[in-house]
C-alpha cells in the first residue's frame, strides 16, 4: 500500500510539471532525424543542413528545437545558441530561437552539429539514441520543420577521448575530452558551397519500429512511440561571451613567449610547452586558430591550478616548474589556413597547458580566444563594509556560484557538473538572495521531484544517467522548498511537490523506532564531507543514529509549515506530533551531561560539530543551554578534532550560520569566518571542496558567505511566506558602517548602517508596498513602504 502511495505521489507531482504551455501554442507537427545507417547510440558527430528561400526577410521566424544529446545551431554560419537544457527522457527539453536576425532575402542556410557521446558522455547527461528535432513556426513553403529537405552527414574526424586523456587520475563525471583530425574534418560543412557522397537525406531514429509515426515530435503530457517527452526549456539561454583565455606565464623558448596576444610561428621539429593564467578561474569554450602545421600534434590541459612534482596545488598563484594536470584535448592540424579547434563542451580552467610538437613544416598559432559560459544570473545584491577581507570574499564566492550554474546547479564546474541537492540547497538560497532570479532554482526543485523513485525518496542528484540514492538528501529537499516558500511569491512548485514530501516522510516512518530514534537505512546516509579516517553517520549496537535523526526532524518541522500553510493540517498535526517525540528522543538517548554535548549515536562516544549545531538549529537543546553549547564548538575549525570531536567542512558551516542566527550569536558570524580568510593568502580565485589537499578548486557548497553576509551581517530576512515583509536584523561584529543591496521581488531593498559608540543609525528603503520590521538589541522598530531613518538611541 506503502508504494502504491509513492508512486500515486510521484504522478502527481509529474502532472503539475507538465501544466507549462507550450510557447507556440500548438502541437508538434516536426519529426526526429538523424544519420540513416551509422550507429544510433555509439559515439558520434553529425551535421545536419538545410536551405530555405524567403522572398523577405521576417520580422519574427521562432522555431522549437532539440536534440540527443545536444546541438549547436547555426543560421547562414553564425551561432544562434545550443542546447536542450539536460532534463530526463520523460521530462526532455527543447529550445526556442527566433532566426529573423540572422536570416537575408534569397537562400539561407540552417545547419547544426549534433553530438552524442555514447559511454563517454557527462553522468549528468540522460539519452537515448543520437536524433534531431527542429520546428518552424512558419508553415508550407517557408517551413525548415524536421524532415523535409534535411541532409546530414557524419564527422568521423571528431571523437570523444577515453580516460587516457586525463592526465591526474581522479574521479571524473563530466565528460570526455575531444580530438579533431584536421586532415578529416570537413571543414567546408557550414557553408553554402557545402556538397559531396557524404552528405544524405536525413531519416528516422526509430529505424527497429514497425510503428507508421512513430518518429514524431510529442509533447511531455502525449503518450507517444519515442522516448523524448518534451517540454519549454524555462530557463534563459546560457551566456556566450568572450573572455581571456590566459596569458602566457611560461614557455620553453622564450622567443615565442608573445602569444596569444600576437600570432607566432613555431619552427618544424620543435616542441613548444606553453602555460597560459587567467589569473581567475573560468568555464568558457576555447577556440585555437592554427594555420598551417600539417603533421603537428597540439594537446590542451585544463587545470585549476598548477601541481608540483608530489601533485600538490598550493598557492595557486605559483608557476615554477609545475604542471597542469587534467582533462585535455587533442587538435592535428592538415596544414591548412585558418583552422578552428573549438570543443563541442565548455571546459573549465584558471591554467591552460598547450604542449605542441611540429613535423617538417612550420605552425602559426594564429588566435587563442575563448567564450565565457554560465547561467546568465546578474549580481543585483551589493555589500559594502570597509573590509577588504570581505569584499574578497563576496568576490571570490560569488564567482563560485556563477561558474556552479549552468543549465543547472553543479556541485564542481570540473570534476562532475552535477545537481546534487545538499549543494543546490545553498546554491538556490544565493539565487534567490544576490541575483533575485529563482527559475534555475525551480528546475532544481522539479527535478528532484520528478528523480523520485516508487519507494519514494528522490535521488541524490539529478539528472543523471547513473542513480544515487542519498536518503538524507530527500530531506533536504524539503527544507529547499521551504526556503522557496518563504523567499519567493508564488506557492505552485510547492504545493506541486507536497507528495514527494509525503512521499519522503512516509519512507522514513518505516525507520523511525518506538523510541523516537531512526534505525540505519539503506543506501548512502550522507551528512558532511569529512577526513577519511572520520566517519559520519554513526550507529549505536542496535543500529540507531542521533545524527540522521537530527536531519529528519528538521524535515518534519518544514514539512509541518508546508502543510499547514499549503497542504492538509491534519498532517501538518501528526508531523509535530513526531516531531516533539523525536525531539525527546535525541536529547533523551543522545545527550552527554559528561561533555556537555550531543553525541553521533546514543552508544555517547562519538561526537561532532554536525550533531551539536543540528541539535541546536532545531532546539533540541533548551534554550538556556544553546549559547554556550555553540561557543564551544565554534573554536573547532574545519580539518581539525581536537578532543575528539569531529569538525564540520565548509559545506556545513553554512548550518553553523543558521545555529548562530537562531540563538542570538550572529554577531559572532564575523569571527567564524576565519576559515575562509586564511585561504586568501594562497590565491583561490573560487573556493575549494574541502579544506586542506583538496580535490576541487571550485565547489559551490563553500560559497554560502555571501548569503550569510546579506542576511546575517546587514540583516535582511524574510518575516511571511513569499517574502510578504521582511525582517532586518544586522550583526555587524567589529564593523562600524555598511551599505548593502537586497532585490526583493518587488524591488531593491537599499541599507546603510553607522555606529556611532552603542548607537546605530540605520538608513533603510523598502520597495513597493514592502514593509516589515528593524531588530537591533531586542529593540524593534516597525518599517514601512519607502524610506525610514531609525537611530537606536
Not at 542556410?109 to 539519452?127: E, K
Not at 540514492?469 to 523567499?487: A, E, K, N, Q, V
Not at 507528495?499 to 512516509?506: E, I, K, Q, S
Amino acid at each position: 500500500m506503502r508504494q502504491f502511495l509513492a508512486l500515486f505521489a510521484l504522478a502527481l507531482g509529474t502532472l503539475a510539471l507538465h501544466s507549462q504551455p507550450d510557447p507556440l501554442q500548438r502541437d508538434w507537427t516536426a519529426s526526429w532525424i538523424t544519420h540513416p545507417t551509422s550507429p544510433l547510440r555509439e559515439p558520434i558527430v553529425l551535421h545536419f543542413r538545410r536551405t530555405s528561400n524567403l522572398p523577405s526577410v521576417p520580422s519574427s521566424y521562432r522555431v522549437r528545437v532539440s536534440a540527443d544529446n545536444r546541438f549547436v545551431l547555426f543560421v547562414n554560419g553564425h551561432r544562434v545558441g545550443d542546447g536542450p537544457a539536460r532534463g530526463d527522457l520523460t521530462h526532455w527539453r527543447y529550445e526556442l530561437f527566433d532566426l529573423a536576425p540572422w536570416l537575408k532575402t534569397g537562400q539561407n542556410l540552417i545547419t547544426a552539429t549534433v553530438w552524442n557521446f555514447g559511454v563517454f558522455a557527462p553522468i549528468a547527461q540522460m539519452s537515448d539514441r543520437t536524433a534531431f528535432l527542429l520546428e518552424s513556426e512558419s508553415t508550407g513553403a517557408n517551413s525548415i520543420s524536421t524532415p523535409d529537405g534535411w541532409l546530414v552527414e557524419e564527422e568521423k574526424s571528431h571523437h570523444p577521448l577515453d580516460r587516457s586523456s586525463v592526465t591526474f587520475k581522479t574521479y571524473m563525471a563530466a565528460g570526455p575530452g575531444e580530438e579533431i583530425d584536421a586532415a578529416h574534418y570537413d571543414w567546408n560543412w557550414n557553408a553554402a558551397s557545402a556538397s559531396g557522397p557524404s552528405w544524405v537525406p536525413a531519416a528516422s531514429p526509430m529505424r527497429d519500429s514497425i510503428y507508421p509515426g512513430v518518429n514524431k515530435a510529442h509533447s511531455a503530457e502525449v503518450t507517444g512511440d519515442n522516448p523524448w517527452g518534451l517540454l519549454p526549456d524555462a530557463l534563459p539561454h546560457m551566456e556566450y561571451t568572450p573572455t581571456s583565455a590566459g596569458e602566457v606565464v611560461r614557455t620553453n623558448l622564450p622567443e615565442l613567449k608573445g602569444f596569444s596576444a600576437a600570432p607566432i610561428t613555431i619552427p618544424p621539429n620543435t616542441e613548444l610547452h606553453l602555460i597560459l593564467d587567467r589569473k581567475t578561474l573560468s568555464t568558457a569554450y576555447p577556440q585555437l586558430t592554427v594555420s598551417g602545421g600539417k603533421g603537428a600534434h597540439i594537446r590542451l590541459t585544463y587545470s585549476e591550478a598548477l601541481y608540483d612534482k608530489n601533485n600538490q596545488k598550493g598557492d595557486r598563484d605559483a608557476v615554477g616548474d609545475r604542471s597542469a594536470l587534467g582533462l585535455t584535448d587533442r587538435f592535428l592540424p592538415d596544414g591548412g589556413a585558418d583552422r578552428t579547434f573549438e570543443p563541442l563542451w565548455w571546459r573549465t580552467w584558471r591554467y591552460l597547458g598547450l604542449d605542441i610538437t611540429t613535423g617538417s613544416t612550420p605552425l602559426t598559432l594564429d588566435a587563442l580566444t575563448a567564450q565565457f559560459t554560465a547561467y546568465p544570473f546578474e549580481e543585483l545584491a551589493t555589500f559594502k563594509s570597509g573590509d577588504p577581507d570581505l569584499d574578497k570574499i563576496w568576490e571570490i564566492s560569488w564567482r563560485t556560484a556563477r561558474l556552479d550554474a549552468h543549465e543547472t546547479y553543479m556541485d564542481t564546474p570540473y570534476y562532475e557538473q552535477l545537481q546534487y541537492i545538499g549543494d543546490t540547497r545553498i546554491q538556490a538560497l544565493i539565487s534567490y538572495t544576490v541575483a533575485g532570479d529563482d527559475r534555475l532554482a525551480k528546475q532544481a526543485l522539479d527535478s528532484f521531484n520528478n528523480s523520485r523513485i516508487p519507494e519514494g525518496l528522490t535521488r541524490s542528484r539529478y539528472p543523471s544517467s547513473l542513480p544515487q540514492t542519498i536518503p538524507t538528501f530527500s530531506l533536504l529537499w524539503i527544507g529547499m522548498l521551504h526556503d522557496w516558500w518563504m523567499y519567493r511569491p508564488g506557492s505552485e512548485p510547492v504545493r506541486s511537490a507536497l507528495p514527494g514530501v509525503r512521499a519522503v516522510l512516509g519512507w522514513f516512518a518505516h525507520y523511525e523506532q518506538p523510541d523516537g530514534l531512526l534505525h540505519e537505512v539503506p543506501w548512502w546516509s550522507f551528512i558532511d564531507w569529512v577526513q577519511e579516517k572520520q566517519k559520519t553517520p554513526t550507529y549505536d549496537a542496535h543500529g540507531e543514529s542521533c545524527m540522521t535523526t537530527l536531519e529528519y526532524l528538521g524535515a518534519l518541522d518544514d514539512a509541518s509549515s508546508l502543510e499547514q500553510n499549503l497542504g492538509d493540517p491534519v498532517l501538518a498535526d501528526r508531523y509535530r506530533a513526531r516531531a516533539t517525540h523525536v525531539r525527546s528522543a535525541i536529547y533523551d538517548k543522545c545527550w552527554s551531561a559528561d561533555q556537555g554535548l550531543i553525541a553521533d549515536n546514543p552508544d555517547k562516544k562519538i561526537f561532532s560539530q554536525q550533531a551539536n549545531i543540528l541539535a541546536v538549529l532545531y532546539d533540541v537543546i533548551p534554550k538556556e543551554q544553546q549559547q554556550a553549547l555553540l561557543r564551544k564548538i565554534l573554536a573547532i575549525e574545519p580539518g581539525s578534532t581536537p578532543e575528539g570531536v569531529m569538525s564540520a567542512s565548509y559545506y556545513f558551516r553554512f548550518y553553523l550560520a543558521r545555529a548562530l542566527d537562531h540563538t542570538g550569536l550572529a554577531d559572532e558570524y564575523l569571527q567564524s569566518l576565519d576559515p575562509w580568510r586564511k585561504l586568501l593568502p594562497l590565491h583561490f580565485s573560487t573556493w575549494p571542496e574541502v579544506p586542506g589537499d583538496t580535490r576541487s578548486d571550485s565547489h559551490a557548497w563553500s560559497a554560502h558567505p555571501i548569503y550569510d553576509m546579506l542576511t546575517l551581517v546587514a540583516g535582511v530576512e524574510p518575516a511571511s511566506p513569499g517574502f510578504a515583509s521582511v525582517r532586518i536584523a544586522p550583526h555587524l561584529g567589529n564593523l562600524n558602517s555598511l551599505t548593502a543591496t537586497f532585490p526583493h521581488p518587488e524591488g531593491p531593498i537599499n541599507i546603510e548602517y553607522k555606529r556611532d559608540g552603542s548607537n546605530l543609525g540605520a538608513t533603510i528603503t523598502l520597495p513597493g508596498k514592502l514593509a516589515g520590521s528593524f531588530v537591533y538589541r531586542d529593540r524593534t522598530w516597525p518599517l514601512a513602504p519607502g524610506l525610514n531613518q531609525i537611530h537606536t538611541q
